[in-house]
């Protein structure tokens, strides 16, 4: 047959032509083969948590084909255009435009089975390298990775589709272009675009909206419900403004003496005719790093926070801890020394702990010094808050200030109320002695939840019994009426080996009492955030990839559109040392602009992230902070590398002879 015969010469002389689009497949068919295989591998029925990683892995899964889709889609536009002369040629000579669908399907088919084949050979070994990974963050060794059919399947399956879907689009190119339209694709020029001064006023407007958002999140859910306007916001906002900007920059160095420099006249001349298309790649690389960026700093920013979160909230390997309003610390301390002798089992360094967790109420700012608290109505400004005792604090060796009488000290975790100095709760007046932030205490338990979180201090538990006798009787006369107890607790250190025993002696935990190691919990905690760092970093590597072929093939472009250029330039006398600094001004406009956005969108975000990552209960600002700048020097690194690389690219192919 006709058709296949080209397509297979076509594939043979034109690998070179065809080698990025290949590349590209391969490498989104890998990463989505990898999530498919944890997602379905037998071994996470054996894991503490296995169900709920195999479906964060499916949602990776998804999110990473529709990504893995644009890509290439992209990539296989970008070599129709270079093909259409060819295709244009073929339809001169008579082959019909039939018969080049037929070879496009062709070369689509062995281009599908050659992911297919290289992806699954390099999945495997590369999903085995990143699972031992994986299974080091969750602190799992007893099994390994079991690849499964169904994974192949699944991940063939999607780019079957895909491909069905470029084929689609390649036919329709195609079949509506005429033999000159096809021979003028590829070497036809673009009317040089107007600066809209309209445009760069949405852009702007759109920025200072996201940016606005951003900046005024006082709590995570807050940060949670505007987290998806911010960042749309933002997202048109960089689209217009690369529109919009980058044409009126360009016009505004035309306009000066410097542009008739020649390798001025020659970047500016060049890029401008082709902002549109340029704008556009650069808003796609910006959003893309943007991604790559927030996408890491949160999930490192909560693996590594996670474990601090856990070794914060137990300050000794073990926790007994009662609800009741009887029982005192030291009646519990001795229950559980009684237990754990009669167990078999060494229990030591107990200290006892009193406390009321879980207490819900609307907080409402009376000038800037009066907090006012009342039953919840509006979630908006519910503010949830636990309770404990100076005492409990000192026999932590915590550094508090002292209080007595009507006094109290405030924890507020997320600093949103730093100039409180009246406390008002459900009608009782305190005054508040001191504010304190979270990294004022190093030993108490933290309180982990999405809303903005306080911790109260009495001076004495008679006064926290009091102002819970409060809060239970305010919450008492509505129709959704409930009752709160505190909580006596007992830290203690114990060994790994003898926790099964006291568990059994204790029995298992219910309403009223709950036994806890902070071993077992660091593991829980390490399975279900190691998923969503795993995911996180699979999404990061993703994105940077992407980020990679856009800059790839727009540098591709750029060159080949170039070459000709530059070869009559340098016939009518223009020095290769002329053209390579002429190349290193394009690229390097290229290559500056969209990692510097990136770095503002991300500054501008920061408030939010950190938010985000409280959630999960990670409160360390400072963790947060070095995390995101060792996130950024290693982005911008990766990306001078991506840069260096690219502008080789678009060197070779402008001054090959």
């Known amino acids: 047959m006709l058709s296949f015969k080209l397509a297979v010469q076509n594939l043979k002389k034109g690998l070179k032509s065809f080698a990025p689009f290949i590349v590209a497949s391969v490498t989104m068919f890998v990463l989505l083969f990898v999530t498919a295989a ?68 062709f070369e689509l088919v062995m281009s599908y089975i050659a992911t297919v084949i290289i992806g699954t050979i390099v999945g495997i070994a590369f999903s085995k390298f990143l699972f031992l990974i994986f299974i080091n963050m969750i602190g799992e060794n007893n099994f390994n990775l079991a690849i499964t059919p169904a994974s192949i399947l699944t991940v063939a399956a999607i780019f079957l589709i895909f491909f069905a879907l470029l084929l689609i689009i390649g036919t329709f ?29 949405i852009g702007v407007v759109l920025l200072v909206v996201g940016y606005g958002l951003a900046l005024n999140v006082d709590n995570p859910v807050k940060a949670l419900s505007t987290f998806f306007l911010a960042v749309l916001a933002v997202i048109l906002g960089t689209y217009f403004f690369y529109i919009s900007f980058t044409v009126w920059y360009l016009k505004w160095r035309k306009k000066r003496n410097s542009y008739y420099k020649p390798q001025n006249f020659i970047t500016i001349s060049s890029m401008l005719y082709r902002m549109k298309a340029n704008a556009v790649g650069l808003a796609n690389i910006t959003i893309l790093l943007s991604m790559t960026l927030v996408t890491l700093v949160v999930t490192i920013g909560i693996f590594l926070g996670s474990t601090q979160t856990v070794e914060r909230s137990f300050p000794k390997e073990g926790q007994y801890t009662v609800y009741s309003q009887e029982k005192t ?39 800037e010094h009066t907090l006012n608290i009342t039953p919840t109505g509006d979630q908006k400004t519910a503010i949830q808050f636990s309770m404990t005792t100076l005492q409990t604090l000192k026999n932590l060796n915590e550094n508090v200030a002292d209080i007595s009488g009507n006094q109290i000290n405030i924890l507020d975790y997320f600093g949103a109320y730093p100039k409180i100095k009246a406390f008002n709760w459900f009608g009782t007046t305190y005054e508040v002695k001191d504010i304190m932030a979270t990294q004022d205490l190093t030993k108490y338990p933290i309180m982990m939840n999405i809303t903005t979180p306080m911790l109260l201090i009495f001076p004495n538990d008679a006064a926290l019994h009091q102002a819970l006798e409060v809060y239970n009787k305010a919450n008492n006369e509505g129709e959704q009426s409930y009752q709160v107890s505190p909580s006596v607790t007992v830290n203690f250190d114990i060994a790994e080996k003898d926790q099964e025993k006291l568990t059994n002696v204790l029995g298992n935990n ?64 223009l020095s290769k040392e002329q053209v390579s600094k002429t190349i290193k001004s394009q690229v390097s406009m290229i290559f500056l602009l969209p990692i510097a956005m990136t770095i503002v969108h991300f500054s501008f975000a920061y ?51």
């Open 510 to 573: 219910d309403g009223e009492h709950m036994l806890s190691f902070r071993s077992a919990e660091m593991k829980e905690v390490r399975t279900g955030i190691g998923a969503f760092v795993f995911i996180g970093m699979v999404l990061g590597i993703s994105f940077i990839l992407g980020a990679a072929l856009i800059i790839y093939y727009k540098q591709l472009s750029e060159g080949v559109q170039d070459k000709r250029s530059f070869k009559i330039l340098q016939e009518v006398g």
């Open 173 to 201: 190119i195609i079949w509506k272009s005429s033999s000159l339209d096809l021979l003028r694709e590829a070497s036809k020029g673009e009317k040089e675009p107007k600066s809209n001064i309209f445009m760069a006023l």
């Open 38 to 105: 944890i997602a379905q591998s037998p071994s996470l029925e054996k894991m503490k948590g296995g169900a709920a990683v195999g479906q964060m892995m499916s949602f990776a899964m998804w999110i990473l084909a529709i990504f893995g889709g644009i890509i290439l889609i992209y990539s296989y536009r970008f070599l129709q255009l270079q093909r259409s002369r060819e295709f244009g040629l073929y339809d001169i000579l008579g082959l019909g435009k039939k018969k080049i669908a037929l070879v496009s399907f």
């Open 607 to 657: 408030i939010m992230i950190s938010k985000l990552i409280g959630i999960f209960g990670i409160m360390d600002s400072q963790l947060i902070l070095w995390i995101s700048l060792g996130t950024i020097a290693a982005l911008a690194f990766i990306y001078w590398l991506i840069y260096k690389g690219t502008s080789l690219v678009y060197y070779n192919i402008v001054e090959k002879k």
């Open 329 to 367: 610390g030291n009646q519990l301390a001795q229950t559980l020394q009684e237990k754990a002798d009669q167990a078999g089992v060494e229990v030591s360094n107990l200290s006892t702990a009193l406390s009321v967790d879980y207490l819900m109420g609307n907080g409402q700012k009376e000038g």
